[in-house]
């Protein structure tokens, strides 16, 4: 069975730092891959999606990054973090585009 | 661009009511409709999907219809329970690009 697993589970760091934020797919080859951002009570904003190996494109901008260096791992970073950064930070895969399954998240705290 | 848009911000029922989400939306052709689930603290769960005109989806005693002719994509469930509480959202996905649009979400509370 397929499992996703992010890490850390949660940061609290300070503005102007770096961060660097994974997650791995297990169970599943060349999934598609993405990352979301949620506000604090707010819905889900699809950040970045890849659909294989090096190849990352960017939904939104808001000064991150993100990068796909295996076939089952996805990492989300920034050389300074701001405090709109703030947030719920979920990885999904899917396969050919089908329904999303999301990991457990992480809870990033700019202070 | 596309659009998800759900008319309730809040929902409260109690265990054995009837509920009824709504969940239009705003797209060209044929886009694939989902619902999701998200409890606190955790990341949101796949319920079910539709891709096309008059299709049902179903999962967990919920189910919705898809009604291209109204755009829409109404959750609904004959008999809710406590457990049912949570962040329901309905999401419109481009299955080429894989980019999901969610709408804002819905927070059903159950009381017993």
């Known amino acids: 069975a397929q499992t996703i697993h992010q890490w850390p589970v949660a940061e609290i760091k300070a503005v102007g730092s770096p961060l660097s934020l994974g997650c791995t797919i297990k169970g599943k080859s060349s999934p598609n891959l993405y990352w979301y951002w949620q506000a604090t009570g707010g819905t889900l904003q699809q950040l970045f999606y890849s659909i294989t190996v090096g190849q990352v494109e960017s939904v939104v901008q808001l000064n991150l990054s993100a990068s796909r260096p295996k076939d089952d791992q996805f990492i989300l970073s920034t050389e300074k973090l701001l405090l709109s950064h703030s947030g719920f930070y979920l990885c999904?895969?899917?396969?050919?585009?089908?329904?999303?399954?999301f990991g457990p998240g992480t809870r990033l705290t700019v202070l | 661009g596309d659009s998800v848009t759900q008319t309730e911000g809040q929902v409260a029922l109690s265990e054995e009511d009837f509920l009824t989400i709504h969940c239009n939306y705003s797209a060209s052709g044929y886009p694939a409709l989902f619902w999701y689930v998200q409890y606190p603290g955790e990341g949101p769960q796949f319920l079910f999907r539709a891709s096309r005109d008059k299709e049902k989806g179903s999962s967990r005693g919920f189910e919705a219809t898809y009604d291209k002719g109204t755009t829409s994509f109404h959750l609904r469930k004959a008999s809710v329970q406590e457990s049912d509480s949570a962040v329901y959202y309905c999401a419109l996905g481009n299955t080429n690009t894989g980019k999901l649009t969610f709408g804002d979400g819905t927070v059903l509370t159950v009381k017993p």
């Open positions: 999904a895969w899917s396969l050919t585009g089908g329904e999303q399954y």
